[in-house]
């Protein structure tokens, strides 16, 4: 908090006033995203990149799903050994 609030002495309060209310509208309040917001204001650069339409080779062939009881089995300590 008190890093944020450092920030004024260095830079314009509006910018800073503008990057915390963007990272509270984001739902991420961290110190690191602020600054990384506070910098994009001060640059004023554009941020928006043109769309890209990829290829169809590129294209998922089958739907990913989430294999929980894969995770599961890695968690049971039995007779297979892993990594961890």
């Known amino acids: 908090m008190v890093d944020i609030l450092s920030l004024v002495l260095q830079h314009n309060e509006a910018d800073v006033l ?3 209310e963007l990272a509270l509208e984001a739902g991420v309040p961290t110190k690191t995203h602020i600054l990384n917001l506070l ?6 650069k554009p941020t928006d990149h043109p769309e890209v339409d990829p290829p169809d080779a590129l294209a998922l062939q089958t739907t990913p799903e989430a294999n929980v009881d894969r995770y599961d089995g890695l968690r049971q300590a039995g007779e297979k050994r892993h990594a961890s």
């Open 39 to 44: 910098h994009r204001l001060i640059d004023r």
């Open 18 to 20: 503008c990057a915390v």
